[in-house]
């Protein structure tokens, strides 16, 4: 299989329709635990986090890192080094899982998208490391300090594989309980159009990576909604926004250019769809998307549906452990990608 297209972000239209403010704005903000694969731009989680920083309707409690795209340690060194960018190093980093719970690294595996499997030190960011470290506590005793300390209020967005979740969830009785809401970028659902995976023919890569994480996550029974590939298939990131992007200059629309420039230069109708962004869109404004009450489980049985999820309007026989929740499957872009370049593009 060949490798996945880059899984870049979005951005969008003229900014003179710029979103409309989101439902339920005026309220306080999510707190949220910002739980990413990362790696810098052009990878999908950076302009997720973009989106986040700039958005004053999501509280950053702190990002926990996860192997995924790459390996923890580089996911943790690349956000690191765009919240110096940023002029953020307020918000603390922790180091999460460095391997799947259980899942190894195959032939397979190391052909397709992803260095999850990776134990290679990371390699210097632009710019270099950044100067302030992760903390010393880990990403799992940080997700259960802060969910136990403000119990009912703490949003986990999860844009990686569930392992930290998974282990959190694990190790501290009645966690899940206490988390308000999951928001998950992941799944590919047959039962939905545009249902296909990105990994393997039915399953997508953040579930894939670490289905056991991903079963123990969404069978807990938190509130959940799922930002599948049925719903990111349906957008694109294009020239046409990178260039709105880059007018800015600000720090970080600098970063995009210097990571992007050659990309486009090269190939103007390059492009690629927005997972994790549209993830963290849909927690700023839910009227993004239209969704569907789905049952949803995780196939974590080794063979051919390994790390495939399965939605269905009625719980099925053989599905007893799905629990309910939102899964997207239709985006109003145009509105999306307007909100995504008005806010990747603020000072
Ligand atoms: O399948 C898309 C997801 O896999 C995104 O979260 C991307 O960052 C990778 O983790
Ligand atoms: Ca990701």
């Given at each position: 299989?060949?490798?996945?297209?880059?899984?870049?972000?979005?951005?969008?239209?003229?900014?003179?329709?710029?979103?409309?403010?989101?439902?339920?704005?005026?309220?306080?903000?999510?707190?949220?635990?910002?739980?990413?694969?990362?790696?810098i731009?052009?990878?999908?989680d950076?302009?997720?986090?973009?989106?986040?920083?700039?958005?004053?309707?999501?509280?950053?409690?702190?990002?926990?890192?996860v192997?995924?795209?790459?390996?923890?340690?580089?996911?943790?060194?690349?956000?690191?080094r765009?919240?110096?960018?940023?002029?953020?190093?307020?918000?603390?980093?922790?180091?999460?899982?460095?391997?799947?719970?259980?899942?190894?690294?195959?032939?397979?595996?190391?052909?397709?998208?992803?260095?999850?499997?990776?134990?290679?030190?990371?390699?210097?960011?632009?710019?270099?490391?950044?100067?302030?470290?992760?903390?010393?506590?880990?990403?799992?005793?940080?997700?259960?300090?802060?969910?136990?300390?403000?119990?009912?209020?703490?949003?986990?967005?999860?844009?990686?594989?569930?392992?930290?979740?998974?282990?959190?969830?694990?190790?501290?009785?009645?966690?899940?309980?206490?988390?308000?809401?999951?928001?998950?970028?992941?799944?590919?659902?047959?039962?939905?159009?545009?249902g296909?995976?990105?990994?393997?023919?039915?399953?997508?890569?953040?579930?894939?990576?670490?289905?056991?994480?991903?079963?123990?996550?969404?069978?807990?029974?938190?509130?959940?909604?799922?930002?599948?590939?049925?719903?990111?298939?349906?957008?694109?990131?294009?020239?046409?926004?990178?260039?709105?992007?880059?007018?800015?200059?600000?720090?970080?629309?600098?970063?995009?250019?210097?990571?992007?420039?050659?990309?486009?230069e090269?190939?103007?109708?390059?492009?690629?769809?927005?997972?994790d962004?549209?993830?963290?869109?849909?927690?700023?404004?839910?009227?993004?998307?239209?969704?569907?009450?789905?049952?949803?489980?995780?196939?974590a049985?080794?063979?051919?549906?390994?790390?495939?999820?399965?939605?269905?309007?009625?719980?099925?026989g053989?599905?007893?452990?799905?629990?309910?929740?939102s899964?997207?499957?239709?985006?109003?872009?145009?509105?999306?990608?307007?909100?995504?370049?008005?806010?990747?593009?603020?000072?």
């Amino acid at each position: 299989m060949t490798a996945i297209p880059i899984r870049f972000f979005v951005c969008a239209a003229a900014l003179s329709l710029a979103a409309t403010p989101a439902a339920g704005q005026a309220t306080a903000a999510h707190k949220i635990i910002f739980d990413t694969d990362f790696v810098i731009p052009p990878q999908d989680d950076s302009f997720a986090l973009m989106l986040a920083l700039k958005s004053p309707e999501l509280q950053i409690l702190g990002i926990t890192t996860v192997a995924g795209n790459d390996s923890m340690e580089r996911a943790t060194a690349d956000v690191l080094r765009v919240l110096e960018i940023a002029k953020r190093t307020d918000i603390p980093v922790y180091r999460g899982a460095n391997m799947p719970l259980l899942h190894e690294k195959s032939d397979f595996a190391a052909s397709v998208h992803g260095r999850w499997w990776s134990d290679d030190p990371p390699p210097a960011p632009p710019g270099g490391f950044a100067e302030k470290p992760a903390e010393r506590e880990s990403a799992m005793d940080f997700i259960i300090r802060t969910v136990n300390a403000n119990p009912g209020e703490v949003t986990i967005v999860a844009i990686g594989p569930l392992t930290n979740v998974a282990m959190a969830l694990r190790q501290e009785p009645g966690l899940a309980k206490r988390i308000k809401r999951l928001v998950v970028m992941g799944g590919a659902f047959a039962s939905l159009p545009d249902g296909a995976g990105n990994v393997t023919p039915n399953a997508e890569f953040n579930i894939w990576v670490d289905p056991e994480a991903a079963r123990i996550a969404l069978r807990a029974g938190i509130p959940s909604q799922l930002t599948p590939l049925n719903v990111t298939r349906k957008t694109r990131f294009s020239k046409e926004w990178y260039d709105k992007i880059v007018a800015a200059k600000t720090p970080l629309t600098e970063l995009v250019r210097e990571r992007m420039a050659a990309r486009f230069e090269k190939d103007p109708n390059a492009g690629g769809q927005m997972y994790d962004q549209l993830a963290v869109a849909t927690l700023i404004d839910p009227t993004l998307v239209t969704s569907a009450d789905l049952f949803v489980d995780v196939d974590a049985n080794r063979g051919p549906s390994y790390g495939t999820t399965v939605g269905g309007r009625k719980p099925w026989g053989g599905g007893e452990g799905a629990q309910q929740m939102s899964v997207q499957h239709d985006v109003d872009f145009p509105r999306f990608i307007n909100m995504f370049v008005e806010r990747v593009t603020r000072k």
